[in-house]
């Protein structure tokens, strides 16, 4: 059976049209998980990223902590985290929020660190004060950069946000481990064409982003 078979199988079922169990459910659940976890990431990530590239401060720890969270290995962690501690949400959110954590400080401080000195200078010229410069003058220039990483970290999220089902929680990894458990392949491919089309319309809601808040001069360079 081939997977165009197990995909029309899969969206044909009506068991997963209603009901806690439903694609719409399962979706609206994955969302949450992601959304939650980048939001907790960009809280902890951005304002240190975006202090040490105004300062020109922390790069080594910077980068240290960016190749740190790139090891994490998630799925353990995960486990390791629910045999430890109470097993919640907010246990479930830890890896992901680690995950989303080391490209937005990368791309945040790479991106404040490469604006044009004279720009800088010229706004320190005119009086401005270093909130102000950072604010006015040097966080517009980096954005293309900065939404590069936050791209990087919801895509990483949301692929990762299936393991959430590992732990009893809901989501679209909900569909593959339920269906390897069951021998139901095609929920598993339901699932992680789900799961593919999710990162796909990230993309696509940071390209948008990129096009509605970045100005024209800076996305041609």
Not at 82 to 107: D, H, K, Q
Not at 121 to 133: E, H, K, N
Not at 159 to 184: C, H, K, N, P
Not at 207 to 217: E, F, N, Q
Request: aromatic share 8%; hydrophobic share 50%.
């Amino acid at each position: 059976m081939n997977l165009l078979t197990y995909v029309r199988q899969f969206f044909e079922n009506p068991a997963y049209r209603t009901g806690y169990n439903s694609i719409g459910h399962r979706l609206l659940e994955h969302c949450e998980y992601s959304l939650l976890a980048l939001a907790i990431a960009v809280v902890i990530a951005l304002p240190p990223a975006l202090f040490s590239g105004h300062h020109g401060r922390g790069e080594g720890v910077i980068s240290g902590l960016a190749v740190v969270g790139r090891a994490m290995p998630s799925l353990g962690l995960l486990v390791l985290l629910a045999v430890e501690l109470n097993l919640s949400l907010a246990v479930t959110m830890i890896p992901f929020v680690l995950l989303g954590i080391p490209p937005i400080l990368l791309y945040t401080h790479a991106a404040v660190r490469g604006v044009d000195p004279a720009a800088v200078d010229a706004a320190r010229g005119l009086g401005m004060t270093g909130w102000q410069t950072l604010r006015r003058v040097e966080i517009p220039a980096a954005l293309p950069l900065i939404l590069v990483g936050l791209r990087s970290a919801a895509v990483q999220i949301v692929a990762t946000a299936t393991l959430a089902a590992e732990t009893s929680f809901g989501g679209l990894g909900r569909y593959i481990v339920d269906g390897f458990s069951q021998y139901d392949y095609a929920q598993v491919v339901g699932g992680a064409v789900l799961v593919a089309g999710l990162s796909v319309i990230t993309l696509l809601v940071f390209w948008l982003l990129d096009r509605l808040l970045v100005s024209p001069g800076l996305r041609s360079r």
